[in-house]
Each structure stands twice: as C-alpha cells, then as structure tokens.
C-alpha cells in the first residue's frame, strides 16, 4: 500500500503527516529524517491497528501540484 504523507517546514524544522491514517504524525529536523521518520510512522501505526483487531484504512489521499506565475 503507499500512503500519502504530507511533509512541512517549521520554525525548527519539518513535521509530517499522514491524511488518510488520523494522529499519525512525526517531526525532524531534516526534511530526510522526517520522511525517515514518517515511513516508521506508518508501519508503526499499522501494527498497532492490525493488533487491535481495528480496519486498517486503504489509502485514498491523492495529490496535485498548482502552478502559478511569481
């Protein structure tokens, strides 16, 4: 499965979330290590789901890039 995980910069460095898995979340202090972490995050959150015996929910988050002129 590939879930989409929303990454953003902050005072002191990045945090990160996932839409379609709620209260799934990180933060780092290098884009690479939020992502890092967030790719735990994931897995981690899904263990714990599946050993509860809770649904897991199939990614549905899409995403699109807006350009627009400076």
Do not use: K, N, Q, W
């Not at 967030?38 to 263990?47: K, L, T």
């Not at 599946?50 to 990614?59: I, T």
């Amino acid at each position: 499965m590939r879930y989409l995980i929303v990454i953003e910069r902050t005072a002191t460095g990045y945090s990160a979330y996932c839409p379609d898995l709620p209260g799934c979340v990180a933060a780092a202090v290098s884009l690479e290590a939020a992502e890092r972490e967030m790719r735990d995050a994931v897995a981690f959150h899904i263990e714990g789901l599946r050993r509860e015996g809770l649904p897991v929910p199939e990614p549905s988050a899409r995403y699109s890039v807006v350009e627009v002129s400076a």
